[in-house]
């Protein structure tokens, strides 16, 4: 075998970590990618926002891109009675010291409403929070009622502090009611299969 170099090249020499080299010549690349990116970008903003309106068109444009055309129903909660929701027992209405747990909903579209609790301190609000549960927790575990001690009661202390907070039910990542029984059922998550 000929250990001669082909023409236009040269023998490679080991020692260094390939690896190495190899990834520092791609961050070189990427860093200098980023700068001149950065400097397009202003240009083109600026280009792009030169005209008057122009904001309210990338506005329009970034709704749309976002599929939130739909109008928005002025928002009117209401303390529901536990025969309307789904998720809580007839009669329910939680009492504390500092604060008293209601369930409530209300529309978010014309056809859609959406529901949970409310959980209202016996004083003024010090500040209005909407406490977000993971998609497969209820409500009631961020209000301190349900026995899942693997989570924080994160709205019943923000309650006890004074705040006024909303929990409200999401849709979970199950797919027991995905699909039209007697028809054909999926094994989408609900919130695909909704989507």
């Known amino acids: 075998m000929n250990d001669l170099p082909l023409p236009g090249t040269e023998h490679f020499e080991g020692g260094k970590d390939m690896a190495a080299v190899m990834v520092a010549g791609i961050d070189g690349y990427l860093d200098r990618f980023i700068e001149q990116t ?75 409403e ?9 004083t003024d609000p010090i500040a209005d929070v909407v406490a977000l549960p993971d998609c497969d927790r209820s409500p ?20 006890a502090s004074g705040c006024r907070v909303v929990v409200p039910v999401l849709i979970d990542r199950a797919d027991t009611y995905s699909g039209i029984p007697g028809i054909r059922m999926t094994n989408q998550p609900h919130r695909e299969f909704i989507h």
């Open 38 to 112: 950065k400097a397009e970008r202003r240009s083109r903003l600026h280009d792009r926002f030169a005209h008057a309106g122009a904001r309210e068109e990338e506005r329009h444009r970034f709704i749309r891109i976002m599929g939130l055309t739909d109008s928005r129903t002025p928002p009117n909660m209401e303390i529901a009675t536990p025969a309307d929701l789904s998720f809580l027992p007839p009669g329910f209405v939680h009492e504390t010291a500092g604060y008293t747990i209601y369930p409530v909903r209300w529309q978010v579209f014309p056809t859609v």
């Open 114 to 122: 959406a529901e949970g609790l409310l959980l209202a301190p016996h």
């Open 140 to 159: 009631e575990t961020l209000a301190g009622l349900a026995s899942d001690v693997s989570d924080v009661p994160v709205a019943h202390r923000l309650a």
